[in-house]
């Protein structure tokens, strides 16, 4: 019996890890693939199996499909090939690219908490460890193996998969992979998480290609639900985000971003930019202050062929934002503090994106007492996230052992999203041939996988359920 085992991702957003063994044999011998090897984050039951074994013997599996550069999707990597993993680690040439930045920052980061705890004695494990090192991030790098989109890779004569669209972010594909070790071929497709559907009027400024592959003939579907119970906006963000940034110019205020520094990011800057040239936002200093979004604007303009239409135009016509005039990049400590210092009006984009750590912290505590001031939000925050608790109303939040006042003026804007909602889920899932056997949710909070789930049973009538943690389930 061939089957899928959902090692992550199942009854919440992170950790993706989805085993498939075509063997059948239970004791892990024979052909076993995982697609993607992501991190656990967030609440701390779930961030703790990162540090429990492998389920499976790294060195058992022969290889792992990786649908995108995110860190909850490839963030586990270095920790399996630290235990042993030698296989192939497949992705395309911009994940590889990014997924580099990804995991270097993570493994250094990783260093930073054990050192943090170990300085201040605040861990019960003496020394606390990294789960994983930069230099292990960096030695994990030597498996991956580009695919091109659409490229069919052959892993063993019984099983073949390529990468198709997924237009989360750059790079990301799904893989859609062929089983030919039963009576007759299977196919099963694996999301990894689904970009905006519709055009780029209501995911403005994307770069990548706007909207997934279509046409899918799959007997198994694995699918993301992170927005299975939201409806994003369809309006033009870029009249509310004017005005915002005009009014706290004109109160000689400061605009301060949070953003996730791949993809985000970019995306944010090009609009900046676009607004800046044709007039509807005063010409005023634009910082990016993340030194991981800086490496990751060297992998955008590099990786052309992904771009989306509109993407192109804005690229052709603006170049690399390295090189606009008032645009500043910021990569030392140093330079980031003397933006601190400084009280003219101006815009300052830094990560992390919901404010749990980084240089954002530091413009945090300068920006958020001065009602002048003015906070934007264009990403997702998660639950008990400084960001989060901001964005909620609340009158101080606690950065580095101080509770600074929030005085400064708080937007949020939800139409940057990267993710699909139900009503684009639906509509790419009515490009399908045939409806599938049966399809797995992953990857969504329970409450957004159980409501999706009726979605799609009510609206395709198809068999639909929600994915369990360790889960194992029957590849017919
Ligand atoms: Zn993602």
Not at 147 to 176: C, D, T, W, Y
Not at 195 to 218: H, L, M, T
Not at 289 to 303: F, G, L, N, T
Request: net charge neutral; aromatic share 8%.
């Amino acid at each position: 019996m061939a089957y899928i085992q959902f090692l992550g991702a199942a009854g919440t957003v992170t950790g993706s890890k989805h085993l498939l063994n075509i063997s059948g044999d239970p004791s892990g011998a024979g052909l076993q693939i995982l697609i993607d090897c992501g991190l656990f984050q967030g609440q701390k039951e779930w961030r703790q199996r990162n540090w429990e074994p492998s389920p499976i013997p790294p060195n058992q599996i022969e290889a792992v499909i990786l649908t995108h550069a995110h860190l909850d999707h490839c963030g586990y990597i270095p920790r399996l090939v630290k235990q042993g993993f030698n296989g192939t680690i497949y992705a395309t040439p911009a994940s590889i690219d990014l997924a580099a930045v990804v995991l270097q920052d993570s493994g250094h980061l990783q260093e930073e908490d054990a050192a943090y705890y170990n300085k201040t004695r605040s861990s019960k494990h003496d020394p606390a460890l990294p789960l994983y090192t930069e230099q292990d991030a960096i030695d994990s790098l030597r498996l991956f193996k580009p695919v091109n989109m659409e490229q069919v890779v052959q892993i063993s004569p019984k099983l073949s998969f390529r990468f198709v669209r997924a237009a989360h972010i750059m790079g990301s594909g799904m893989a859609e992979i062929t089983c030919t070790d039963g009576p007759s071929p299977r196919q099963l497709l694996f999301t990894g998480d689904i970009g905006r559907v519709r055009d780029s009027q209501v995911a403005p400024g994307k770069v990548v290609y706007a909207g997934p592959f279509e046409g899918e003939s799959v007997d198994i579907l694995v699918m993301e639900s992170t927005y299975g119970n939201r409806l994003h906006p369809t309006t033009d963000p870029r009249p509310e985000l004017i005005k915002t940034i005009k009014d706290t110019v004109a109160r000689g205020g400061t605009i301060v971003v949070p953003a996730f520094a791949v993809e985000r990011t970019q995306k944010f800057l090009f609009m900046i930019k676009d607004l800046i040239e044709t007039g509807q936002i005063p010409r005023v200093p634009v910082h990016c202050d993340s030194p991981m979004a800086i490496k990751a604007i060297e992998i955008y303009i590099k990786h052309s062929e992904e771009y989306s239409e509109e993407a192109k135009v804005l690229i052709q016509k603006y170049g690399s934002p390295l090189k606009w005039e008032g645009f500043f990049f910021d990569t030392n400590q140093q330079d980031s503090k003397e933006i601190n210092d400084s009280h003219y009006p101006q815009i300052i984009i830094s990560s992390s994106g919901m404010a749990t750590g980084g240089r954002i912290l530091h413009h945090l505590i300068q920006r958020l007492p001065d009602p002048k001031n003015q906070i934007i939000f264009i990403g997702f925050q998660a639950p008990g996230t400084r960001g989060a608790i901001i964005k909620s109303g609340a009158k101080t939040v606690k950065i580095f052992n101080q509770e600074v006042p929030v005085r400064a003026q708080i937007a949020a804007i939800e139409q940057f999203s990267d993710h699909a909602d139900t009503p684009e889920l639906l509509e790419w899932l009515r490009t399908f041939k045939k409806a599938p056997q049966v399809t797995y949710l992953v990857h969504g909070e329970p409450a957004a996988s159980s409501q999706l789930r009726l979605a799609m049973t009510s609206a395709l009538g198809w068999k639909v359920e929600a994915a369990q943690w360790m889960q194992k389930v029957e590849v017919k």
